[in-house]
C-alpha cells in the first residue's frame, strides 16, 4: 500500500510540474515573435526579443552569422514602447548600423534613449562600447 502511494504521489508531483510549465513555454514563444529588421545592401540586421533577452542576427550576401545575445530586456519599457523599443539606424553617425535599445524616456515620454550597441564589421557582431547611451528627440 505504501508503494503505491508513493507512486501516485510522484506522478502527482510530475503531473503538476508539467502543467506549470506550459505558461512559460507560450510566454516564450509570444515574446520571440517580436521582430526588427533593418535591410540595406550589405548586412541585413534582425534584432528579436527571446525570453528575457534581445539577440542580434546579421546577414550578408553569403553568409549568416550566429544570433549574439546583446542585453536583457526591461518589461516595462518594451509593453510601454513596443515597436519603438529597439531601434536599428546609424546611431553614432559613422556610417554603419547600430542597435539602440530603450533604456529609458525623459521629457515626459518624448525623448527615448537607447543603449547603443555599435556593428563590428570585422566580427560581424554587435559591440557596445563604453556603455554608449543616445537620446533621440
Known amino acids: 500500500m505504501k508503494q503505491i502511494k508513493k507512486r501516485i504521489?510522484?506522478?502527482?508531483?510530475?503531473?503538476?510540474?508539467?502543467?506549470?510549465?506550459?505558461?512559460?513555454?507560450?510566454?516564450?514563444?509570444?515574446?520571440?515573435?517580436?521582430?526588427?529588421?533593418?535591410?540595406?545592401?550589405?548586412?541585413?540586421?534582425?534584432?528579436?526579443?527571446?525570453?528575457s533577452f534581445v539577440y542580434a542576427q546579421i546577414s550578408t550576401r553569403n553568409l549568416e552569422m550566429p544570433a549574439s545575445k546583446?542585453?536583457?530586456?526591461?518589461?516595462?519599457?518594451?509593453?510601454?514602447?513596443g515597436a519603438d523599443y529597439i531601434h536599428i539606424e546609424d546611431l553614432n553617425h559613422n556610417g554603419r548600423l547600430d542597435i539602440g535599445i530603450l533604456t529609458s524616456v525623459g521629457y515626459g515620454g518624448s525623448n527615448p534613449c537607447y543603449a547603443v550597441f555599435e556593428y563590428s564589421p570585422s566580427f560581424y557582431v554587435f559591440k557596445t562600447r563604453s556603455r554608449k547611451t543616445i537620446c533621440l528627440e
Do not use: H, R
Open 9 to 51: 504521489f510522484s506522478l502527482s508531483v510530475l503531473l503538476i510540474l508539467a502543467i506549470s510549465m506550459i505558461p512559460l513555454a507560450n510566454a516564450d514563444q509570444q515574446t520571440s515573435q517580436k521582430e526588427w529588421y533593418s535591410y540595406s545592401n550589405n548586412p541585413t540586421v534582425k534584432a528579436y526579443i527571446k525570453g
Open 70 to 81: 546583446l542585453k536583457s530586456i526591461s518589461g516595462y519599457l518594451l509593453n510601454e514602447y
